[in-house]
């Protein structure tokens, strides 16, 4: 059954061919009249081979082949794919290798974060040492402790010790509450950083889509198009042929066409470059040949949203916040710091053998005691720290009034472009109508007179370039609805 359908279209698009008459070496003829034929030497390699075969093999092989073309095309549109915008997107987020990272990324500042909080604990070692003294002062008879060294004033020997250590830091005015501050603050950016790279992949996503989709609706306009300027390149020349037009009407059609011809091969590579970066995000592959692109959907929105905790200004606002902590916390190093330590020990020693010294460790002693460590001076890396501190949080304040200038510039934008879209819709239904008008009147005499044809194929291509401008148009209201209801979402 399809064959045969295929089959009985074939004649039909045979005769009207056969009517047409239209021959590529005639155009190719007529572009030499004004134009380099080098300039479309890519749009000839591309369309010789089936004209050649059409003129030369004739019409009943020529079926034929186009039984066999349909065969294919429409026997693998069955497997043909449809994009739709919000499908992507759900794919873009699971696959998404930025998203991956972020969320690895707050993995480690949660880490960090509980690393951090280890400075409230006290620090608890052991220490096992063992040692030859050699006694350089054979007056000396006391033995004295300083800390962990014991000194001896015996004679000359082998010594070991094993000790079990303390240390807390009682108090340091505030600077360790203010590093475990910092730590929490990188954890809420790590969680800011995470929302916005999935904000910031729903709009590459949709610039993307909406490049594709607009390339889309230009190709389908053009292959309409394209017909009609074939249709018109035939009329010329027989009019030509009549004496009714010169050579300057029938080069300027084949110009017409060839450029045409151009401007969809470069229309197909914009789709295909549209569909590579489509499959980067959600990690397939999409071929141009049987992918097609569903509308996009027109959102109404009438609240601008509020840039104020967008996570750009969040992670702003959090820097400012860490860098001021960083701040106080040099400060507060500058201040004296109050630890607590303790120590128990066991001690050993023999004057002749290593390893009697060992077995004597049955001495036992404890201490416990606080320490206040001050740094007087240490080559002004202090002063010079802070002022550092100060620069850098002066310019993520001057980073952040910028950042909030641009959203709030882009929102404008996007809605008083929107508004301005929103107001010609009405003029936009008005001209098609009146286009069209104007088609239905002049389409009598045109079926009549060939000269009144080709002035309604001008008119005609006229109202599919009129319409495709409107479409695009319609795109882009849709693309920059989506766009401002994702800020407001955002907002919220």
């Known amino acids: 059954m399809f064959l045969i359908v295929s089959t009985l279209l074939g004649m039909v698009v045979l005769g009207w061919k056969d009517s047409l008459k239209i021959s590529f070496i005639d155009l190719t003829q007529d572009l030499k009249h004004g134009i380099r034929k080098s300039q479309y030497g890519s749009m000839i390699n591309n369309y010789s081979f089936f004209h050649i075969v059409m003129m030369r093999t004739g019409k009943y092989f020529s ?38 990272v972020a969320a690895l990324e707050k993995s480690i500042s949660d880490i960090k974060l509980k690393e951090t909080k280890a ?32 000194i001896t004033g015996s004679d000359s020997t082998y010594q070991h010790s094993l000790s079990v250590n303390l240390n807390y830091n009682l108090y340091d005015f505030g600077a360790r509450g203010k590093k475990v501050g910092i730590s929490e603050d990188d954890t809420r950016i790590s969680e800011s950083n995470l929302q916005k790279s999935s904000n910031d992949l729903k709009f590459k996503l949709l610039d993307i889509y909406a490049r594709g989709l607009k390339n889309y609706v230009n190709l389908q306009h053009q292959n309409k198009i394209i017909q009609f300027l074939q249709e018109k390149y035939y009329l010329n020349k027989r009019l030509q042929e009549a004496g009714r037009v010169g050579q300057l009407e029938v080069t300027d059609a084949a110009v017409e066409l060839a450029e045409l011809y151009n401007t969809i091969t470069d229309t197909r590579r914009e789709i295909e470059s549209v569909l590579v970066n489509i499959g980067f995000y959600v990690g397939e592959k999409y071929g141009a040949e049987n992918t097609t692109f569903a509308d996009l959907k027109y959102m109404a929105v009438t609240i601008t949203p509020s840039v104020d905790s967008f996570p750009d200004l969040v992670v702003y606002d959090l820097e400012i916040d860490k860098k001021a902590k960083e701040l106080s916390a040099a400060t507060r190093e500058m201040l004296p710091s109050f630890n607590l330590y303790s120590s128990y020990r066991l001690y050993g020693r023999d004057e002749n053998e290593f390893t009697e010294s060992f077995n004597d460790m049955s ?44 959203l709030v510039a882009r929102i404008d934008s996007i809605v008083n472009e929107l508004s301005i879209l929103e107001s010609s819709k009405d003029e936009w ?26 002035s309604y194929l001008d008119r005609h291509i006229e109202l599919l370039e009129s319409k495709t401008k409107i479409e695009l148009n319609k795109i882009d209201m849709a693309a920059k609805s989506l766009e401002l209801q994702f800020y407001n979402d955002i907002s919220n």
């Open 363 to 406: 001495r036992t002693n404890a201490s416990v005691g606080v320490t206040v460590n001050f740094k007087i001076f240490e080559g002004f890396s202090s002063v010079n720290k802070r002022g550092r501190l100060k620069t850098e949080l002066e310019r993520l304040q001057v980073l952040r009034d910028r950042k909030k200038a641009e």
């Open 429 to 454: 239904q008005s001209y098609l109508e009146k286009a069209e008008e104007r088609i239905e009147m002049s389409k009598r005499l045109a079926n009549e007179k060939a000269i009144e044809r080709v």
């Open 119 to 150: 400075l409230y604990f006290p620090t608890i070692y052991m220490r096992f040492g063992n040692e030859y003294l050699h006694d350089l002062d054979k007056e000396s008879q006391q033995t004295a402790y300083v800390g962990d060294t014991v």
């Open 63 to 100: 079926l034929l082949v186009y039984t066999c073309f349909c065969a294919v095309v429409f026997g693998g549109s069955a497997l043909a794919v449809e994009l739709d915008f919000d499908s992507l997107l759900q794919k873009a987020i699971i696959h998404s290798h930025d998203l991956k």
